[in-house]
Every structure is written in structure tokens, then in C-alpha cells.
């Protein structure tokens, strides 16, 4: 079945560590995302791609980084730069005009 | 940024009632997407209606859209307990490059459906 697949599920970070997120999918799609969910509260965009090779900043870029070196895969970093990491990520695919496919989230806790 | 704010931030109504959820956006929009996220997990598309759309069906789900208003509606008939979840609107930008929209969502509304 097509979709995409988000690991670590949990993931624990210690002050000053990096740590990546995985996130691959199998739906040839073109553009890729990744957001970032508080409790309670909305998604903000971290970073976007639409297409290999090239991706640009979203609102809250500031403290991670991405690439996207194959179509499947959009692995998200989040550096010891960011201050407050502690969030549910969340990927997700397009192939344009017709809505998201999202993951199933990496719940990420600083300890 | 936020682009759209969904009300009420939280909704409880009896099985079997009719919901009925709303989101205001600040821009124009090519189009503005439904999505629905259970506890815990990622958000499953709903529904789609373009801007030059003004009502959209799909099972029990009514969406309308006013572009004068800047507003929009998500109606869920007949609701039923695995119906709770939270709701979140999400709007595309009027200019997309690729035909890929980078989305914008609202805040979600909370949906209990009370047994």
C-alpha cells in the first residue's frame, strides 16, 4: 500500500544533541513537508520541498535543516540550535491539487 | 502565520446530531482543504473545495465555501462517536508554483461526540 512512513515514533533528545527524523514515502509524489504541532494548537511549517534536489524555509525553519537528495525521502534535523524542540512532527506528501497525505507523526521530547 | 482560525475551538453534541464547524481565512486562496486528526496521530484529508466552488458533498460531509466572506463551513450529519476528533482547515495559496500548494492550517476545533 502506498504511503508515508515517519520514524522513530518516540524520540528523546538531550541538551545539545542533534537528532534526525525520518520520513519516507512511495506515492511519486513531487513536493514533500514537514510541520511542526504544539499541544493544542495549529500546524506550522518547518520546511518544504517540491522537488529533488531543492527546498526552501517555512515559517519556523530556524533551528533545523532537511534534504532531499531522492524523491521517497525528506529527512528533518533538528540541531541543538533549536531551544525548544519538545513537539509532534509531522510529514507529510502532494502531488498537488488534491490534498496531503500525512504521516503518522514522530513525538519528539528533550530530556 | 496563521492563515485561518476555526470556531468554536471546542464542540461537544449527542450521537446522532448534526456538527457543524467554521473557518475564517485572511487572503485569497486557491483553494481550502477539511482535515481530521485523532488523538495522537496524523491528519487524513477530508475534503477539497476550490475557490470558484460554493458547496461540496462527500458521504456525510458538507463544506461551503463564501470567497466575499473569507469563510468557510464543515457540516457533519448524523455524527457518531468515532467522529470525535479535531478538525483543522488549511488554505492554499492563490499563486502556487508546480501546482504544489504550500498549505496554511488553522487552529483546529475539538469535536466530542458524547455516546
Known amino acids: 500500500d502506498g504511503g508515508i512512513t515517519q520514524s522513530p515514533k518516540y524520540l528523546f533528545r538531550k541538551e545539545g544533541q542533534n537528532v534526525t527524523l525520518s520520513c519516507e514515502q512511495n506515492l511519486n509524489h513531487d513536493a514533500m513537508y514537514w510541520y511542526r504541532q504544539d499541544p493544542g494548537q495549529g500546524l506550522r511549517l518547518i520546511y518544504y520541498?517540491?522537488?529533488?534536489?531543492?527546498?526552501q524555509k517555512g515559517d519556523i525553519a530556524e533551528g533545523y535543516s532537511v534534504s532531499r537528495e531522492k524523491k521517497e525521502s525528506f529527512p528533518l534535523t533538528v540541531t541543538s540550535a533549536q531551544k525548544n524542540p519538545t513537539a509532534f512532527y509531522l510529514c507529510?506528501?502532494?502531488?498537488?491539487?488534491?490534498?496531503?497525505?500525512f504521516g503518522s507523526g514522530t513525538r519528539l521530547t528533550v530530556v | 502565520s496563521q492563515q485561518g482560525e476555526e470556531d468554536p475551538q471546542a464542540l461537544s453534541i449527542q450521537e446522532g446530531e448534526n456538527a457543524t464547524m467554521n473557518c475564517s481565512y485572511k487572503?485569497?486562496?486557491?483553494?481550502l482543504q477539511w482535515y481530521r486528526q485523532n488523538s495522537g496521530r496524523g491528519l487524513v484529508h477530508l475534503i477539497l473545495?476550490?475557490?470558484?466552488?460554493r458547496e461540496k458533498h462527500s458521504g456525510r460531509l458538507r463544506v461551503t465555501l463564501d470567497t466575499s466572506k473569507k469563510s468557510s463551513s464543515l457540516l457533519i450529519t448524523a455524527s457518531r462517536a468515532a467522529d470525535t476528533a479535531s478538525y483543522f482547515c488549511a488554505t492554499a495559496p492563490l499563486i502556487s508554483n508546480f501546482g504544489n500548494e504550500k498549505l496554511t492550517f488553522g487552529t483546529g476545533t475539538r469535536l466530542t461526540i458524547i455516546p
Open positions: 507529510a506528501s502532494s502531488a498537488g491539487g488534491t490534498g496531503y497525505t
Open positions: 520541498s517540491q522537488i529533488v534536489n531543492d527546498f
Open positions: 473545495i476550490r475557490s470558484n466552488e
Open positions: 487572503t485569497s486562496i486557491n483553494n
